[in-house]
């Protein structure tokens, strides 16, 4: 009787500990693939803050070809100030370079600002390769945590599935079919210890029948959550 009961509860807790073990394997890769993730979204930033780059400098080298095309028509216009005929025509040249000049030193004053900006983002394009420098050696370290980590849980599993087949050895005959199809079913909840007439695994109180029955022994099954019961204490 007292080995059977010994039995259950070595068999819950081998239960218990293997569903721990499958619990860690199992967010094993979900730890890489977070660190991973991390990874690309730092790159994807840092993408885009390069792309916004290059387009605030395609911007400033068109607003600076406009610069100079103007540049060149003044210039154009000041050599002919020279053949103007008349003074009407000289003061009408004379007004259209002031006109362009003021133009032209506004955009200069724009494309310097052009230019600030663009170090601006330039800084926070740094900034954000460091962010993706610093998230690879998160995932590289992580991964290789990882992986010795999941070496080891694969060898802590074979050692208590090894275990558990040694210890289902053990069970009665009579328990075998009924322990099989409700761990199949319901994995470590399976079994529960009982204490203080109540199950484990369900809380609810069981009858003093049923518990004289788990304290002698008897296959007994918690009629609310389905669980092999055994004597916690
Ligand atoms: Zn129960």
Redesign the pocket.
């Known amino acids: 009787m007292t080995a059977v009961l010994n039995v259950l509860r070595d068999l819950h807790r081998i239960h218990q500990q293997l569903a721990d073990i499958r619990g860690q394997l199992e967010r094993c890769p979900k730890l890489v693939k977070t660190a991973k993730a991390k990874v690309q979204q730092s790159e994807a930033s840092l993408h885009a803050q390069k792309q916004q780059i290059q387009t605030l400098h395609l911007a400033a080298k068109e607003q600076e070809l406009v610069l100079e095309e103007r540049a060149a028509k003044i210039a154009d216009r000041q050599a002919r100030l020279k053949e103007c005929a008349s003074n009407k025509e000289y003061q009408t040249l004379k007004g259209e370079i002031q006109t362009e000049e003021e133009a032209n030193n506004e955009l200069s004053d724009t494309i310097l600002l052009a230019y600030e900006a663009i170090d601006q983002q330039q800084l926070l394009a740094s900034e954000l390769e460091t962010n993706v420098v610093e998230a690879t050696q998160v995932y590289d370290t992580t991964a290789t945590q990882i992986s010795e980590r999941e070496a080891s849980l694969k060898i802590d599993l074979d050692r208590v599935e090894t275990e558990l087949n040694s210890t289902e050895v053990d069970l009665p005959s009579e328990f075998v079919s009924e322990y099989k199809r409700i761990v199949t079913a319901r994995g470590a909840d399976a079994l529960?210890g009982v204490s203080d007439n109540c199950?484990?695994?369900?809380?609810?109180q069981i009858t003093a029948q049923m518990m004289n029955d788990v304290l002698t022994g008897k296959l007994t099954i918690?009629?609310?959550?389905?669980?092999i019961?055994y004597p916690d204490d």
């Open positions: 529960a199950c484990g695994n369900c809380y609810r918690c009629g609310s959550c389905g669980a019961l």
